[in-house]
């Protein structure tokens, strides 16, 4: 089946550190690919997603490429805050319009 | 307009007693999502319902769980008698479809504790 596997976390940087965080898919079609935020204490919510092979998605300074050839979509920014804190989850769904899929989620701490 | 709520935010109770999870979904959202969070197993879907149909209900992990949707504004998820293994944060989520092109809303979420 449809899987989506992260990095282990938890990831801890210093602000204005670069953020990488892997995430790689297993589909039979052509997924729609999705990040996902969930703050302290709080619901997820979306943060940036992709449709395509090669779009890419971004929002409050993260973006992520979907790359077909390598499976992955992984998420990044340039320069974290302490904002930033926060349970990062990759996610895919299917073609058919089938219900998202979720890794378990990489924790990130920014420390000041 | 109010996102999803999700009552009661915590619940702490003894094994063996029932438990029953509410959720109100965004207004003319179609699809409703049952998620449970472990630490272990992560975010996994339990049950979805489309304009209160239950679709798959794969994920429920036994026949001591239970989910309904009466009309397209409630819906409750129950567990009876509770274990201490069900202890977790359940989510309630809605949107519009079931995820492809659309975006899932989810609640704060109803952390479940069982002694």
């Known amino acids: 089946g449809d899987s989506v596997t992260q990095m282990e976390g938890p990831v801890t940087l210093s602000e204005e550190a670069f953020l990488t965080i892997n995430c790689t898919y297993t589909a039979t079609g052509y997924p729609s690919l999705f990040w996902y935020v969930q703050y302290p204490g709080e619901g997820l919510q979306l943060l940036l997603k992709a449709t395509k092979a090669d779009d890419k998605g971004s929002n409050k300074g993260f973006e992520a490429t979907y790359r077909k050839e390598t499976t992955s979509f992984h998420l990044e920014k340039g320069s974290v805050q302490v904002s930033d804190s926060a349970v990062y989850f990759c996610a895919l769904s299917e073609a058919g319009n089938t219900p998202l899929v979720f890794g378990k989620g990489t924790r990130l701490s920014v420390i000041a | ?115």
């Not at chain 2, 029953?20 to 965004?26: D, G, N, V």
């Not at chain 2, 003319?28 to 489309?50: A, K, P, S, V």
């Not at chain 2, 036994?62 to 274990?83: C, G, H, V, W, Y």
């Open chain 2, 1 to 115: 307009d109010a996102g999803v709520i999700q009552s009661p935010r915590h619940e702490v109770t003894e094994m063996g007693q029932e438990v029953t999870l509410r959720c109100k979904p965004i207004s003319g959202h179609d699809y409703l999502f049952w998620y449970r969070q472990t630490m272990m197993r992560g975010l996994e879907l339990l049950i979805y319902f489309n304009n209160n149909v239950p679709i798959d209900d794969s994920g429920m992990p036994e026949d001591r769980f239970s989910a309904k949707m009466p009309n397209a504004s409630f819906s409750t998820l129950k567990i009876q008698p509770s274990e201490p293994r069900d202890s977790a944060v359940y989510f309630c989520a809605s949107s519009r479809d079931r995820g492809r092109t659309g975006e899932l809303f989810f609640g704060e979420g109803s952390r479940l504790t069982v002694l």
